[in-house]
């Protein structure tokens, strides 16, 4: 239980385009999905939360209007990277909040890899 | 001072060794606690969950937390080649909420 699935896996892109990338919770509904980047040798940053049903809750420093996240059902919420440009590149993972009994917990999808040429 | 600090590592251990990870966190108000592993190229792993005070084993993983020194670690007993992995710490204020990580630390387990 608690697979949580994203894709594309890896992604090559001109710079300029935007590319959507797909979280699914596949065996659970996740009210709640969280988006990471994770930069070569560095930790996981949490860029933003998403909660289904409503507007996602950026941290600090993130563009919202650059990355644009839609949770519309249970077990899906999208992230889309708009005007990608080559810093954009980087490992982007969500994760998905367990159900009960396991409400604390949180489980990662495999990431995208996106390279901005 | 960041939230949640670990050594980087890298931590060797040679192969059935003991290894220990460790990790403070600034944030009082914390209250769960994680440990994950990530292989090099991919996503983080959840390995253990402790959110009281004192042990919790599961296998050969061992997580201790003590929040009166703000401390938590996580022994990993007979270790394996396979055990080479960064361990990232990370702690949540809220039930389910946000989690802040460590920087993680770089575990080498040598045959």
């Known amino acids: 239980g608690a697979v949580v699935s994203q894709h594309p896996s890896r992604v090559i892109c001109k710079s300029g385009t935007s590319v959507k990338i797909e979280c699914r919770s596949l065996?659970?509904?996740?009210?709640?999905m969280f988006w990471y980047r994770q930069f070569p040798k560095q930790s996981l940053m949490l860029m933003a939360t998403?909660?289904?049903?409503?507007?996602?809750?950026?941290e600090q420093g993130v563009e919202k209007d650059k990355f644009l996240i839609n949770h519309a059902s249970l077990t899906l919420s999208t992230l889309t990277v708009t005007s990608a440009h080559p810093e954009d590149s980087s490992f982007y993972i969500c994760?998905?909040?367990?159900?009960?009994?396991?409400?604390?917990?949180?489980?990662f999808g495999p990431g995208t890899r996106l390279t901005v040429l | 001072q960041k939230e949640v600090e670990q050594n980087s590592g890298p931590l060797s251990v040679p192969e059935g060794a003991i290894a220990s990870l460790n990790c403070t966190y600034s944030d009082r108000g914390s209250q769960s606690f994680f440990w994950y592993r990530q292989y090099s190229g991919k996503s983080p792993e959840l390995i253990m969950s402790i959110y009281s005070n004192g042990d919790k084993e599961d296998g050969r993983f061992t997580a201790q937390l003590n929040k009166a020194s703000q401390y938590v670690s996580l022994l990993i007993r007979d270790s394996q080649p396979s055990d080479s992995a960064t361990y990232l710490c990370?702690?949540?204020?809220?039930?389910?909420?946000?989690?802040?990580f460590g920087q993680g630390t770089e575990l080498s387990v040598k045959p």
């Open positions: 990370a702690g949540s204020r809220n039930q389910g909420g946000k989690l802040i």
């Open positions: 065996d659970f509904q996740a009210t709640t």
């Open positions: 994760s998905a909040r367990a159900g009960a009994p396991r409400t604390n917990e949180q489980f």
């Open positions: 998403s909660n289904e049903g409503s507007k996602a809750t950026y």
